[in-house]
């Protein structure tokens, strides 16, 4: 892997650990390759984890590289898009984290059904974290803004919002769903 993705996985590694007690249920929508989900699957042996993806490929190389945790029941792999998040995963499904990486659906254009999707799906008390990585660092503080307004408006509180000072960090935004 270029040092540069090198160094931007490792600060997301980073970034969803600090979100992490141990046995959490984890979506990550847009796993893309699945790198983030074999760091931590291997890091945190109590974590239970979904991914969806709308790309067939991405949903190939995210269940070939992490073949050993779908195995063992551990990882499940859907192709889907968020919008359709419900229909793939269950409607009774919650989850503690959600993690999105490098998905532009947050802060590119008005993503109103998709966002009160994913806070359907949120356990009380849940986590998303958004992480954007733009070719453009000086992008990162609007971008971070945009992202924010999104879950804002379905009712989540941010609790932190990059960037900081390390180019690798990305666009970082966490929001909670409220507990009750
Ligand atoms: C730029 S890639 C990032 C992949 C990975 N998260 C990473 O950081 O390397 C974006 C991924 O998100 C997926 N994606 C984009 N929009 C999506 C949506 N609305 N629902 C589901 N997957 C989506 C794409 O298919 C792709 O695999």
Redesign the pocket.
Known sequence: MAPGRDRRLAS?VATVATLLTGGERLL??????G??LQELLAAHPGLVATA????PL?VRRTRGRNAAAVAAGRLTVHE????DLTAAVGPDARFDVVV??????LWTGPATA?VATLVRHLAPGAVVVAVQHPPDPARRADIAARVAASLTGAGLSVRARGPDEDPDAGAVVVARRPTT
Do not use: T, W
């Not at 889907?80 to 919008?83: S, T, V, W």
């Open positions: 997301d990550e929508v847009g796993p893309g390759a790198l983030l969806v993806d709308r790309s991405a889907a898009a968020l919008a999105l990486v490098d998905v532009n659906v998709e």
